[in-house]
């Protein structure tokens, strides 16, 4: 049993910032890939960013350069950094969790940015 919880979303004027938090809990052992996805409606779930076990991190190419993804492996809790924020980067934002051959998704937080 694993449960991730997002926070930090919210609506922002183009050009801002914002950061999302993701903690995971549950029975979890070691440290293990982690990372953000997104989805607009009427579009399919597509990826933001990945942290790995072994610290090796993958972005969207939508995303370099505005935003970084980091994480505190004390509290198996990982980050998204959001800035120079962009109409098309509103969705419902997805923490992720590869646990011992099992995917695990948060409940999503909703990210908007006005235009």
């Known amino acids: 049993q694993v449960q991730l919880v997002e926070s930090g979303g919210g609506l922002v004027q183009t050009g801002g910032s914002l950061r999302l938090s993701c903690a995971a809990s549950g029975n979890i052992s070691g440290i293990n890939p982690m990372g953000w996805y997104r989805q607009a409606p009427g579009k399919q779930r597509e990826l933001v960013a990945i942290i790995t076990d072994g610290g090796i991190i993958n972005y969207a190419d939508s995303a370099k350069g505005r935003f970084t993804i980091s994480r505190d492996n004390t509290k198996d809790t990982t980050y998204l950094q959001m800035s120079s924020l962009k109409p098309e980067d509103t969705g419902l934002y997805y923490c992720?969790?590869?646990?011992?051959?099992?995917?695990?998704w948060g409940q999503g937080t909703q990210v908007t940015v006005s235009s």
């Open positions: 992720h969790l590869y646990h011992r051959g099992n995917h695990y």
